[in-house]
């Protein structure tokens, strides 16, 4: 195990992280402002996938494709919340449950029967080689894209949230919905907008990961728990909570996997080393959970005082 | 004899009646198909325990279907065989996770309580699916089902249809009578009102725990009579739209009532059989695919009864009683 | 008297914004103690404090000899110390029987049976009805919470908390939004419970406090600024100058 593993598998990490954080910052404004639990928003993050694939093959062009793909999932994210989700803010948690749950079924199904159950895509050939990051250490070209494109879109939303007015009554809705009502805030449209970023920002992740995962169905039925995990430990409604949690969540499950059946061969007998390394490395996250919630049962960054 | 007692009575006969009207017709997979819905009514039953009467929004509830299905599983495989030890074990082990996933998601309210039981139950299928020495993502194939002894023969389809329908009979019976115990009084208030059920000097955090511990052992033995019906256990059964269909079987048959779960199994395990064996002629003409699409309806369906018909069908059935 | 409560430098902020401010006051046994200041002063901040359902950050809470600070909700109502709300908090969809049973079963035992019928208990309901008389609903005792008239939900409110026969009562605006009649059965019931229970009364009606506080403190800023008989307060200065007008004092 030597130190330029560990370069490597902390990139990963981080790369996995930004990604988780698309996801997890449109779900905790949702959260935060509409209280508001939206199980489809993995469904949006396959169909951001599935629209930049088809859309990267239609235009022949990758950049062309993913930027096609991201207004166009935010689209449909907006019909979305127009035809359905509207209706459900003033209704319990439950029927949240229910019908957002409903829809990844329609959505899957719809899918299936646009696409088929999955679809190739690949990344742009100039981008598909290792660059010389250190030396001695290459680093897949395609993998840094996407740290690149993650830490832009996240200082973009900062810069939304934290600097425009827009940006503000989303800060304003998040820790009070009455005081943002009482400021003549037409409401409607903004979580019409504050939906149709969340899905652009999905598009955005199912876009950049679709090389190198498979872009098929229930692809967004994993990492949505992924996302709930990172808005439990950084606290929903905040974006900060979910930027610092998405990448510790990230960087924790990859190295974990990568190096914890390494560590516990070093002080076990090997049997157990493999099979308890794997184990405990695909739960670690789980555990991390359960720890913030026992010492901080609100999250890390709380919106809410 | 009211109307109440004459359709209890008049659907216990149906059920009992059904395996040997089945075995006179030489139907004999129905008899193996209904003791799943009825395993799976168990289950159904279980969470409407902690979602209906407990009010608790558990969106976890596979995990100890699963945990349960797994225990009796490896017991069996590793030559237990007996369901007086692997059926209490297995029931043992849901309640015990659901102590520690319930002392650790009941302190929180709301959307965090449903994400966190959601996770937990998602842990628990990424660790069965590591388990390489438990088949891992493979799931384990058993060579019986658990051995009752008496001169009882559970792999033999009509008496394995006898005990499910025991068990759930004998859960159905213990909720309704908990349910106007102390108890269930108890959480029927926390559900209407915590505050004021915590002001009046009830420890409602203890008393939502044991509602979430009953309920998980309850669905502990659903896994463990699903682990010996299909002879297999895979970590699929602990995924977590496993638990949403669940709570989709409770909705379907109606929140908070006795025969809830049960009748919101067998509609939807009867509707997904239907629609995949049986499929409509004009439908296939002009769809030809549909029968694989079945969730398709089901979402469909879904989302008309949450937006139009929150009691679930026996809600529709009871308004339309009542007015 | 000796202090049945006790309250030593009790003190809670939210934020950068203090609630309660090294708040102390004695309750003595027996006496109606009125607790009255401008809305945001932090009364209702305080009755949950002293009732538990929220920790403060520093002081300690001494109920009858015994420190219960640390003490959750409902073991200090174990302990004799009840609450009502506000905001109505009752259970609507079930009668005023069964609202009163329920409270009367939470301190009577444990309620971890899970077999015989709690119908087959006829002690719970006979003691709901004695509370039910108590607080003038007997007439209306099947009728759901829910569809109570205002007035009559506000005494089941008290009714719950009495049920559970506390030694304190904590009663947090037991007349808010009530007309001059419905306010003087509220009044005359806080009368008739005075004599076996002691109070903690937060009320806006200066009429009424007045009427029924043997001692009153005035609480501003999340601070008690005088306390004392109702004499003492109304020739208090600055009760005068932060709170009370004079309109109020001569009534």
Known sequence: MSWILILEQSLNGLQFGLMLFLLAAGLTLVFGIMDMINLAHGSLYMLGAFFAATLVQATGSFALGVLLAIPATALAGMLLEVAVLRTLYARDHLSQVLATFALILIANEVVRIVWGSDLQMTMPAALSGPVQLLPGMPYPAYRLLIIGVGLAVAALLYVLVAKTRIGMLVRAGASNREMALAMGVNIQRLFTLVFGVGAALCAVAGAMLGPLFAVQVGMGESILILAFVVIVIGGIGSIRGALVGAVLVGMVDTIGRAFLPHLFGLFLPPQFASAAGPAIASVLVYLLMAVVLFVRPQGLFPARG | MNARAAALIAALAAAVAFPLAMQAADQLFFVGFASRVLIWAIAASSLNLVLGYGGMISFGHAAFVGTGAYVSGILIAGGVTSAWIGWPAAILASAVLALAIGAASLRTRGAYFIMITLAFAQMMYYLMNSMKAYGGDEGLSLTSRAALGFGLDLGNEVTFYYVVLAALCALLYATHRLAHARFGRVIAAIRENETRAEAIGFPVYRYKLICFVIAGAAGGLAGALLASHGKYVSPSLLHWTQSGTLMIMVILGGVGRLWGGALGAVLLLALEHLIAEHPIPWLLAIAPNYPQHANLGVGIVMLVIVLYAPQGLAGLVSRKRHA | ?251
């Open chain 3, 1 to 251: 008297m000796p202090d049945l409560l006790e309250i030593r430098s009790l003190a809670k902020h939210f934020g950068g914004v203090v609630a309660t401010d090294e708040v102390s006051l004695e309750v003595r046994a027996g006496e109606v103690h009125a607790l009255i200041g401008p809305n945001g002063a932090g009364k209702t901040t305080l009755v949950a404090q002293i009732s538990g359902s929220l920790a403060p950050d520093a002081g300690s809470i001494i109920f009858d000899g015994r420190d219960v600070t640390r003490l959750a909700q409902h073991q200090r109502v174990r302990a004799g110390l009840a609450r009502s709300y506000q905001i109505t908090s009752i259970f609507r969809r079930s009668s005023v029987i069964e609202n009163l049973a329920l409270a009367v079963q939470a301190r009577s035992g444990s309620s971890l049976g899970f077999w015989q019928p709690v119908a087959s208990e006829s002690g719970l309901v006979d003691e709901a009805r004695l509370i039910a008389a108590e607080i003038g609903l007997s007439d209306r005792a099947d009728i759901a919470g829910g569809e109570l008239a205002h007035g009559e939900q506000r005494a089941l409110e008290m009714g719950l908390a009495l049920a559970t026969r506390p030694r304190l009562l904590l009663l947090d605006e037991p007349m808010a939004g009530m007309g001059p009649e419905e306010s003087q059965r509220i009044i005359g019931l806080i009368e008739r419970v005075r004599r076996s229970v002691s109070v903690v009364l937060v009320e806006h009606d200066m009429d009424a406090v007045f009427r029924l506080a043997d001692r009153i403190s005035v609480l501003v800023n999340g601070r008690v600024i005088a306390t004392g008989v109702p004499d003492e307060i109304r020739a208090n200065e600055e009760v005068r100058r932060a709170y009370l007008g004079d309109e109020a004092l001569s009534a």
